[in-house]
């Protein structure tokens, strides 16, 4: 069997591309396209991220962990929309074929991407050094997206989980700083296992106004919120939800980072202040942590009771 | 403007993210998904590819050949299955942000993708070796749909076009063998332009049986429809189309280039007999080059008066 034809036969095989019992996967991996009957009532959102080795994960790292990592990461953005994801497309290009690397790759993307029904329906593969493009595809109906230009003067700010440990953990993971072993596991798994807010963002969008997920660090995303949408924001610092195990290792730098650090892949939305009992009974419900950070003003952006840098983190 | 921000102003100026009277696409670039109503009685269909500098198309090559031959090669896949191009997406891997590269990549893929409606609606930027991931979309009739599979034992196979030109141009446009100038124009515009076979694709889906688009070469690309549709075939070795400056550059190496040679973008079919006259009128409407170049049988595969090497181009 030539090399290309092992890499289609471990994706091929592999349970993801199982399409028996979905109706709207017509045709999968194996022709000159894939085929979509997009449900009746829904419309298809869609959403491309390409990581590179060396600048979107470590170099050698744990091919299950980069599978499982990068269907998290494309994902979020489905989550952000308010949408049930429903297949994904993979460009992969690679140094050489390691039947072993493919097969824990493809094991990491599927322990996130079955029990989501996420079906990977094709894509391509090719030689050169390591490079993975996701495009994820989600259903929502057309009057409950979530978009970025939502946001109403007067809305609270949420956002959910903690912010800022996917950040701290880079030379955690990478073994730059060593530190204890309770410690290393934590932000191993913090790193590598992003939650994406899929339940949520599918359970908030008949309340929320505007909605995206957090990949390059609150400060910076959410102003992509204040300009589509024409507003300002207050943030409150001592509102930013931290986890006790940044706080007690970067005292002096946790709500920094928590700003600043992307890779989180939590959602910020807004919405009217009169659902305040409404959204707490969804996240109560769905024992999510969201906490109200601040409140869309008519201009400006600022962040109260903090006085640190906000430089982002940059893609480019 | 940071790096990031300009790529995006680029492609998002471009007239190709004019969606303006396109009720089909709801958000193009610039949130976290885009979205896209398909309408109700299409299936959507998409095919991703990806192309890497020094495998897929030369070093330093002219960043607006690689833009539309990038279009080009992925849109042929949609023309494969009969569908009309609706909306594409690109991940695009840079080792430095250019603008002049990026203007010049853009415009030519613009001067393929807006006559044939293919609007850009997002992906992603990256820093990294030159890496290009296309994903092209389009829709089709759920039940005029070509595949690899429904080739039956008795048709007529047909290719449009000449076939090897592109395969044999890789060394002129490449500069290792110096042509005459009116040869080095060919197959400069042979290797870097293909036309996809759109109009085609369209017009032969309610009379094709089985289809598929020419990218590693007649000769190993048909064993896809001949496993998938569990046929044999036997071609004619003379009837293979081959144009005339390949045949006068390369006599003695003219079929078995075009038999081999991938990148000519050109379709592969097969119809039932009962449908000479039909196909004969639509290529001759749409001044389509066609050629009958064998026939579908049982089992096994030959080609008459050819005694060649057969071993195609491999990907990987």
């Given at each position: 069997m030539k090399e290309f034809e092992?890499?289609?036969h471990i994706f091929k095989a592999s349970s993801m591309a199982n399409i028996e019992g979905r109706r709207d996967i017509l045709l999968g991996i194996g022709d000159?396209?894939?085929?979509?009957?997009v449900p009746a009532d829904q419309t298809?959102?869609?959403?491309?991220?390409?990581?590179?080795?060396?600048?979107?994960?470590p170099y050698d790292a744990d091919p299950s962990a980069i599978g499982y990592r990068a269907v998290a990461s494309c994902v979020s953005d489905l989550a952000a929309m308010g949408a049930r994801p429903s297949f994904f497309t993979l460009g992969l290009t690679l140094p050489h074929s390691d039947p072993q690397w493919l097969s824990a790759f493809?094991?990491?993307?599927?322990?996130?991407?079955?029990?989501?029904g996420l079906l990977l329906?094709?894509?391509?593969t090719t030689r050169g050094p390591l490079t993975i493009t996701l495009q994820v595809h989600g259903y929502v109906e057309a009057a409950l997206i979530k978009t970025r230009s939502q946001a109403k003067l007067g809305d609270d700010i949420y956002v959910t989980g903690v912010l800022g440990d996917a950040a701290a953990a880079v030379p955690i993971v990478t073994d730059e700083i060593i530190v204890a072993n309770d410690l290393y596991d934590y932000f191993y798994e913090r790193y590598w296992r992003p939650t994406p807010r899929l339940i949520a963002g599918m359970?908030?969008?008949?309340?929320?106004?505007?909605?995206m997920d957090i990949s390059d660090g609150l400060?910076?995303?959410i102003q992509h919120i204040l300009l589509a949408s024409n507003v300002g924001a207050v943030l409150q610092g001592n509102q930013i939800p931290i986890s006790d195990f940044l706080r007690d290792w970067q005292p002096d730098n946790a709500l920094t980072i928590a700003l600043t650090g992307g890779d989180d892949y939590e959602l910020c939305f807004t919405a009217p202040k009169s659902t305040r009992e409404e959204i707490s009974l969804i996240t109560q419900t769905l024992h999510l942590p969201c906490c109200r950070v601040g409140e869309v003003v008519e201009t400006g952006f600022s962040i109260e009771g903090y006085a640190g840098d906000l430089e982002g983190w940059q893609h480019f």
């Amino acid at each position: 069997m030539k090399e290309f034809e092992l890499i289609q036969h471990i994706f091929k095989a592999s349970s993801m591309a199982n399409i028996e019992g979905r109706r709207d996967i017509l045709l999968g991996i194996g022709d000159d396209c894939a085929q979509v009957n997009v449900p009746a009532d829904q419309t298809l959102v869609l959403s491309m991220d390409t990581l590179v080795e060396g600048r979107h994960f470590p170099y050698d790292a744990d091919p299950s962990a980069i599978g499982y990592r990068a269907v998290a990461s494309c994902v979020s953005d489905l989550a952000a929309m308010g949408a049930r994801p429903s297949f994904f497309t993979l460009g992969l290009t690679l140094p050489h074929s390691d039947p072993q690397w493919l097969s824990a790759f493809a094991e990491g993307m599927a322990e996130l991407a079955e029990p989501i029904g996420l079906l990977l329906v094709g894509g391509d593969t090719t030689r050169g050094p390591l490079t993975i493009t996701l495009q994820v595809h989600g259903y929502v109906e057309a009057a409950l997206i979530k978009t970025r230009s939502q946001a109403k003067l007067g809305d609270d700010i949420y956002v959910t989980g903690v912010l800022g440990d996917a950040a701290a953990a880079v030379p955690i993971v990478t073994d730059e700083i060593i530190v204890a072993n309770d410690l290393y596991d934590y932000f191993y798994e913090r790193y590598w296992r992003p939650t994406p807010r899929l339940i949520a963002g599918m359970a908030l969008k008949r309340v929320a106004h505007a909605m995206m997920d957090i990949s390059d660090g609150l400060a910076q995303d959410i102003q992509h919120i204040l300009l589509a949408s024409n507003v300002g924001a207050v943030l409150q610092g001592n509102q930013i939800p931290i986890s006790d195990f940044l706080r007690d290792w970067q005292p002096d730098n946790a709500l920094t980072i928590a700003l600043t650090g992307g890779d989180d892949y939590e959602l910020c939305f807004t919405a009217p202040k009169s659902t305040r009992e409404e959204i707490s009974l969804i996240t109560q419900t769905l024992h999510l942590p969201c906490c109200r950070v601040g409140e869309v003003v008519e201009t400006g952006f600022s962040i109260e009771g903090y006085a640190g840098d906000l430089e982002g983190w940059q893609h480019f």
